[in-house]
C-alpha cells in the first residue's frame, strides 16, 4: 500500500517560487506522470517528494503518515535518474545490491533479490559487467533493477528515457508498462515527452510554471483539455486554433468567412477561438458540399507517417491547419487543396484561453 497526498506544497529557489501551491493525490498502485515544459518544476516537486529538497510549506503524507520532515533514506522511496546514476568501478551485480548491502540485510536475501530483479529485467548475462561495458539502455535497465531490489513503497522515475535515440525509448517504454503491471506498485514518472505520458499513465498531471493546470486520465485530457496551454500540449501534431470574433454578433474566422452550426449555447459572446485535432478535420474537393465551413488553402508541408498523412495547409488571413488523412494522399506540398471544418467537432476557448465546450464526438469522420 502507497498512498501520497501532496498538500499545498510551496517551493522557493534564492526566492523565486517554482512550486506554486500543488495539492495532488497519487493513489496506491498508481502509475502517475507529471508532464510539462522544460523550467515547470516536475523535477523538483519529484525531488520534494524523494526528499532531496525540502518544502517550504505544504505536507507529504503517505498512507496517512507526515514524512514532511522525514530524511530521504528513511522514506524508502527508490528514483531512476535520467543520468542513470550507477557507480562505474562496480559491476553491474554490486550496483544492483548495494543499498541492500548498506542496510545490512543478509547476503543470502540480497542474492536472492537481485536475482529476481535481474530475470525480470533480461539482465543475468550481464551481472558481472560493468556500467562502461553496457549500452544505454542496458543502464537504464540497471537502474531501474537497482530501484526494484530495494521494493520502495514509491517509484519516482525523473525523464529515464531522455538518453536513449527513439527507437530504445520506445522498447523501454513498453518495459516500463511491463513492471508497473507485475510489481503492481505506486510509480511516478517525470517527462516533457507526451508519448510518454499517454501511453503509460492512469493519470497526467500537467505543470505549467510551478502549478497543475489539468490532471485526469491520458484520454480524458486529450478530449476534454480545460484550456488552450493543455490542448496545445497534448497531441502529436498539435491542435491548430483559429480565432473568431463577432463584429456585428455574427461570428467570422480571422479571414472573414462566416460560421454556422456552431455549438449553442457554448459559442461565448464576442472574440473566442476554435481548436481542431488532425484527425477532426478533412481534406475535401473545391466541390465538396459537406457540414461545415470550406477554407481554401495550399499545401506547405506533407508527412507521410505510413499509415496515415500529415498534411499542413496555409489558409491566407488563418495560419497553418494541421490535417490527418490516410497514407495513400498523393498530392504534394505546394498543391492547392480545401479543408473542411465542422465547428461541431472543435473545441471551443473564451478570450482567456479556457475551454467552454468539446467535441460531444471527437471520433475521426
Ligand atoms: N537547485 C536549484 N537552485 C535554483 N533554481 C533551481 C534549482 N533547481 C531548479 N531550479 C529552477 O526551478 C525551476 C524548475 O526546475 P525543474 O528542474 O523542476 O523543472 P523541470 O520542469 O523538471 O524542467 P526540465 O524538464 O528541464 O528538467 C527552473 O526555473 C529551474 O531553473
Not at 1 to 25: N, P, Q, W
Not at 46 to 69: C, H, K, P, Y
Not at 217 to 246: C, H, I, K, Q, W
Not at 284 to 298: F, I, M, S, T
Request: aromatic share 6%.
Amino acid at each position: 500500500m502507497a498512498r501520497l497526498e501532496i498538500r499545498s506544497l510551496h517551493k522557493y529557489f534564492d526566492g523565486t517560487e517554482v512550486i506554486k501551491g500543488v495539492d495532488l493525490t497519487v493513489e496506491d498502485r498508481e502509475f502517475c506522470v507529471f508532464l510539462g515544459p522544460s523550467g515547470c518544476g516536475k523535477s523538483t516537486l519529484l525531488r520534494l517528494i524523494a526528499g532531496l529538497e525540502d518544502a517550504d510549506e505544504g505536507s507529504l503524507v503517505l498512507d496517512g503518515q507526515d514524512i514532511t520532515e522525514w530524511p530521504a533514506v528513511k522514506r524508502n522511496l527508490a528514483m531512476v535518474f535520467q543520468s542513470y546514476a550507477l557507480y562505474p568501478h562496480m559491476t553491474v551485480r554490486e550496483n544492483m545490491s548495494f543499498a541492500l548491502k548498506l542496510a545490512k540485510a543478509d547476503p543470502a536475501v540480497i542474492a536472492s533479490k537481485v536475482a529476481h530483479a535481474a530475470k525480470t529485467l533480461a539482465l543475468e548475462p550481464l551481472l558481472e559487467r560493468k556500467p562502461a561495458q553496457l549500452s544505454g539502455g542496458q543502464r537504464q535497465r540497471v537502474a531501474i533493477g537497482r530501484a526494484i531490489v530495494r521494493e520502495p513503497r514509491i517509484f519516482l522515475f525523473d525523464e529515464p528515457l531522455s538518453n536513449l535515440d527513439a527507437a530504445l525509448r520506445g522498447q523501454m517504454r513498453l518495459e516500463i508498462a511491463r513492471l508497473h503491471q507485475e510489481l503492481a506498485a505506486t510509480m511516478i514518472y517525470v517527462t516533457h515527452d507526451q508519448v510518454e505520458a499517454m501511453t503509460l499513465a492512469d493519470k497526467v498531471v500537467v505543470f505549467n510554471e510551478g502549478r497543475i493546470e489539468q490532471i485526469g486520465s491520458p484520454l480524458e485530457l486529450y478530449r476534454r483539455p480545460v484550456n488552450r496551454f493543455v490542448a496545445s500540449f497534448l497531441g502529436v501534431p498539435r491542435m491548430s486554433f483559429l480565432d473568431v470574433t463577432a463584429p456585428n454578433g455574427a461570428p467570422q474566422l480571422a479571414n472573414g468567412q462566416a460560421l454556422e452550426l456552431l455549438p449553442e449555447p457554448a459559442m461565448p459572446a464576442g472574440a473566442f477561438a476554435l481548436g481542431v485535432r488532425p484527425e477532426q478535420l478533412a481534406l475535401c474537393e473545391p466541390a465538396d458540399h459537406g457540414k461545415g465551413v470550406k477554407l481554401a488553402g495550399r499545401l506547405a508541408v506533407v508527412e507521410r507517417l505510413g499509415s496515415d498523412t500529415c498534411a499542413y495547409v496555409q489558409v491566407a488571413g488563418l495560419g497553418t491547419l494541421t490535417v490527418r488523412t490516410h497514407g495513400e494522399y498523393a498530392e504534394r506540398a505546394g498543391a492547392d487543396v480545401c479543408v473542411r471544418l465542422d465547428p461541431s467537432r472543435c473545441h471551443v476557448f473564451n478570450a482567456k484561453g479556457v475551454a467552454v465546450s468539446h467535441p460531444m464526438n471527437p471520433e475521426v469522420h
